[in-house]
């Protein structure tokens, strides 16, 4: 009798995980498709259980949006490789907008999702606010030589201005608000990231 009970909590739990991971999967793929605010109702019937389990296994909305950064992060952090930094500018810089341009494709509809719920959620804030501190911290490292040939004060303006030429926005306003091709939005970041980096260097 106790291993039977024992199955049947095991069982129960694996169909909550399941659900959990349903739930997660269904709103990203709302997300993509376009459904900046999708409801509890709609990430329900993507997922194919009743909207009621949305907030059994979720406490709020913002643990849900918890788990949907963590998966999204999964998703995408292992197509951000090491930079070799022995590697002259040039080279840097193309492998680096490479995969900074492979990056904001991918995650463009979430993006636009998430900064409509920046103002309004702490999970979201958080987890934008770390996104942009990893996507500097990764151009100060890439860069590093070129950073340390300037002033202290000038090192700082440089880094913005770099971290400010490879964001998600500028690439939403290269490609949005432009109507840039991926290649064409790649070859201006590329233009700016050399022309900050080649400046009095």
Known sequence: M???????RDGRTVRAERTRQ???????????????????ERIAERAGVSERSVFQHFADREALYQAVAVEQYERVAPTLEPIDVSFPLGERIDVFVEQRT??????????????????ESEVVSSWLQTTRGRAARRLERVFRAELE???Q???????????????????????????LSVE??????????????????
């Open 2 to 8: 106790e291993a039977t009970a024992k199955g049947a």
């Open 153 to 179: 004060s000038e090192r700082g303006v440089l880094l913005a201005a770099l971290v400010a030429a490879s964001a998600w926005t500028s690439w939403e306003a290269l490609r949005a608000h432009q109507g």
């Open 102 to 119: 492979r990056l904001l494709e991918t995650v463009t509809p979430v993006w636009r999702a998430a900064l409509l719920l920046e103002p």
């Open 149 to 151: 040939q300037r002033g």
């Open 22 to 40: 349903a739930l997660v999967d269904a709103l990203l793929a709302l997300l993509y498709e376009g459904q900046l605010r999708p409801t509890a």
């Open 184 to 201: 064409r939005a790649r070859a201006a970041m590329r233009a700016t990231l050399a022309g900050l980096l080649a400046a009095e260097s």
